[in-house]
């Protein structure tokens, strides 16, 4: 490293530790830090920042890009708290009548951001047809009624994947009705499916707030810390978006935390397909790595109890943490609400305390060397009996989320990684990479800016090559508006799936690009591309 080469800094706020570390343009660690995860943001990550700057290797003035992982858009939804309240207009009328906006929202959930619904006339079918003008005086009608209720606004009209012109005519209404107000709009949002992707940019449009939040603590923590860094978030497919980018799309920050160990499993083991299990104080996330990026859940996915659809990883959540405390039979003990991971150096028994943890489990069978007390002998059994628990548990996760791909690796990560066995049935190896217990703040720091696109066209080969190369525009474009350097911006995945429920064959065209942050110059490598094409 030399002396004037930048350097990255990657933060992810877990439910019980805030994990920090720097690389440099290599991707090789500089230093890590791990605190205590704050209620107040910007106090646990200023707290992180400041450790990492303690490290005589790390030379603040060389830090140019600062990357944030952080769960509060899940949490908020989760506790229907600090959500706006949004005006839901749908595109589509009489057609999708049926089925009014949110009907199917956790009561408490839909009280908490619902202003006022309307669906008016417009949107189009399948192959960018319109089905019926829109209805502008509607629009502008609807705008008068929400009036000064509706914090934030979400658009969905019929296949506005194909085309997304009504949305963005409605948009300028609504901006020109209530002002400078925050508008999702569905095709940059969700895929296929009008209540899931209308679902979607409800809850994006809901999140704008909790996403301003998240942006300022994280900048005040950047610059309380005298560092002059580009700001950036990091998205559910362990890849970055800038600061204000994210404020636009805060949904795609929920499942970010497990794809930012995924990718940092990854990078740190150097493997690119694995199963990765990131065990941290409370609970394990178990996901698959494909291509270097955590393989994507098929929709709908139900977030807080609504479905929705756009990208999430497919990663299967257990309740088991080192600070899991072990009390009562072991058949009855895994509901995951008995837990000191927050304070596990305080309360269990390896470190003098007296709680007994899966932690003091895995000193007792010789999986941890972290022990600065021994674990009394009376404790030995009852322990050995959670861990047998907690390694069938981890074990049936793991099965279930390699799909029979019985020549994968497991990839080790998290803070409570030494709980793990050395073996499991049907992976190839179990493998604990270097700086395993930060690997979520290392994807963080490593990840590289993403745009992603999809439309749907008519199957010809013709016009499917031409939408291809469309869609890898849009993609790479996106990519820039997110930040990405636009000279090394590339396309390295294009996902092709046949539609065979509508009238006329067509083709759902998938696309992602990514590239470094505009701020850095990377040098490690990141996938090639892939092409995928499904049969119908």
Known sequence: MTATEELRLGIDVGGTNTDAAVVDSAGTLVAKAKVPTTDDLSVGVEQGIARLLADPAVDPARVRCATLGARRATNAIRTASGLRHVAVLRIG????????????????????????????????????KPIAALDEAAIVAFASEVGTRAAAVAITAVFSLVNPADELRAAEIMRRELGEIPISMSHEIGVMGLVERENATILNAALSGVAAGVGRSFHTAVERNGLDAECYITQNDGTLMALDYSMRFPVLTIGS??????????????????IVADIGGATTAVGRLVNGFPWESLPPNSIGGVDTNFRLPDVLSIPIGGGSVV???????ANGQLNVGSSLVDEALC??????????????????????????????????????????????AVDRVRLGADDLPLVVVGGGGHI??????????????????????????????????????????????????????????????????????????????????????????KVRAVGPPVTFNQQYPEPQKRARRHSA
């Open 93 to 128: 009328a009489p057609l999708t009548s049926a089925i009014p906006p949110m009907v199917a929202w956790p009561p408490e959930l839909r009280r908490a951001v619902h202003a006022g619904s309307a669906t008016v006339a417009g949107g189009c079918e399948f192959d960018g």
């Open 351 to 396: 470190f003098g305390g007296p709680t007994p943890t899966i932690t003091d489990a895995a000193v007792a069978a010789g999986r941890a060397a972290i022990a600065t007390c021994p674990v009394p002998a009376k404790w030995h059994t009852r322990l050995a009996q959670h861990l047998a628990l907690c390694d069938g548990l981890l074990a049936e």
């Open 327 to 333: 009390l009562g039979p072991a058949e009855q003990w």
């Open 420 to 509: 793990a066995p050395d073996h499991f049935s049907g992976v190839r190896e179990v493998i604990r990479p270097p700086h395993f217990e930060v690997a979520n703040a290392l994807g963080a720091a490593i990840a590289p800016v993403s745009g992603h696109a999809e439309r749907i066209c008519a199957s010809r080969p013709d016009q499917l090559r031409a939408a291809v190369d469309e869609v890898s525009a849009d993609a790479v474009g996106r990519a820039i508006q997110a930040g990405a350097d636009p000279t090394r911006v590339r396309v390295v995945d294009v996902e092709e799936v046949p539609l065979t429920y509508l009238r006329e064959p067509a083709v759902r065209i």
């Open 257 to 274: 935390g497990p794809a930012n160990s995924m990718r940092g499993g990854a990078h740190s083991s150097g493997v690119t397909d694995a």
